[in-house]
Nanobody, 125 residues
């Protein structure tokens, strides 16, 4: 079991930046591939970015490439999502998730075992 707690969401103007954090507790953090997802009302949850256990491999959805960066600090049991050049369409609840895997980046929503409670990101025009 692992417990995930997101923080860092808030209200920002278009073009601004936010850094989301996801703190994990429980089993060994480095055993998990991690992902960031987002969801708006009435739509399915979608993957934003993923990172493998070591942090050496990452994945980004096309709509955030070049703007967002996922990273992790295994010593601090934390995964981050740096979001730059934010757009109003980035407004959503952002969730982090953990998947116990041997290797690789996991980008399928259904594959993840553990989820945080989410943090709201609102980008004003």
């Amino acid at each position: 079991q692992v417990r995930l707690v997101e923080s860092g969401g808030g209200l920002v103007q278009a073009g601004g930046s936010l850094r989301l954090s996801c703190a994990a507790s429980g089993r060994t953090f480095s055993s998990y591939a991690m992902g960031w997802f987002r969801q708006v009302p009435g739509k399915e949850r979608e993957v934003v970015a993923g990172i493998n256990r070591s942090g050496g491999s990452t994945y980004y959805a096309a709509f955030v490439k070049g703007r967002f960066t996922i990273s992790r600090d295994n010593a601090a049991n934390t995964v981050y999502l740096q979001m730059n050049s934010l757009k109003p369409e980035d407004t959503a609840v952002y969730y982090c998730a953990a998947k116990d895997v041997a290797y690789g980046v996991v980008i399928t929503t259904r594959a993840y075992d553990f989820w945080g409670q989410g943090t709201q990101v609102t980008v004003s025009a």
